[in-house]
């Protein structure tokens, strides 16, 4: 039976009627038409559909609708500021700036998992990063560009600046890093 739900989405109340145990990733792109969130394997191992709850990271396609009741959910789409969106969040600033993505399906998850990771441990080590990132899966292997733009993020300077990503802004693969595609 359906139940009304009371979450917080990037600052925003939000109700929503729906089977509670219906995934909270199907509510965000179905009901509140946030698409940034992906769907990858719907089994909580490939990390693209991260989301926070609460600060935490979460697996939404894993995640029953009424465990957000009550609870903040900050998605992609929350990150940027700015009325038009126009400042990135730095997380999505170093993403951009060491092209870390090929196809960009998996870069929402990565992004949301990294700056889950980086609000628990805001100067991590590389094995730190490893731990925080090693559930999100990237079919395109852009682990190395993924992990300069999580030490970038934590103002570690990029080891990676060779793939700086001078090509990158402004390509479709690029909106997955603001959410927009
Ligand atoms: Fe293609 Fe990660 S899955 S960039």
Redesign the pocket.
């Known amino acids: 039976m359906d139940a009304k739900i009371n979450l917080i989405v990037n600052g925003r109340q939000r109700t929503v009627t729906t089977d509670p145990e219906r995934p909270l990733l199907d509510v965000l792109r179905e009901d509140l038409q946030l698409t940034g969130a992906k769907y990858g394997c719907g089994e909580g191992q490939c990390g693209a559909c991260s989301v926070l709850l609460d600060g935490k990271r979460v697996f939404s396609c894993r995640t029953p609708a009424s465990r957000a009741e009550g609870k903040k959910v900050l998605t992609i789409e929350g990150l940027a500021k700015g009325e038009n969106g126009e400042s990135l969040h730095p997380v999505q600033e170093a993403f951009l700036a060491e092209g870390a ?7 929402a998850g990565m992004i949301m998992a990294a700056v889950g990771l980086l609000d628990e441990k805001p100067n991590p080590t590389d094995p730190d990063i490893v731990a925080g990132m090693n559930k999100n899966l ?3 292997c ?1 682990y190395p560009r993924i992990a300069a733009a999580v030490r970038r993020a934590a103002g570690q300077g990029s080891q990676n600046t060779q793939h700086a990503a001078t090509d990158a802004q402004g390509t479709p693969e690029a909106q997955d890093a603001k959410g927009g595609r």
């Open positions: 993505f090929q196809c960009g399906y998996c870069t990237c079919r395109c852009s």
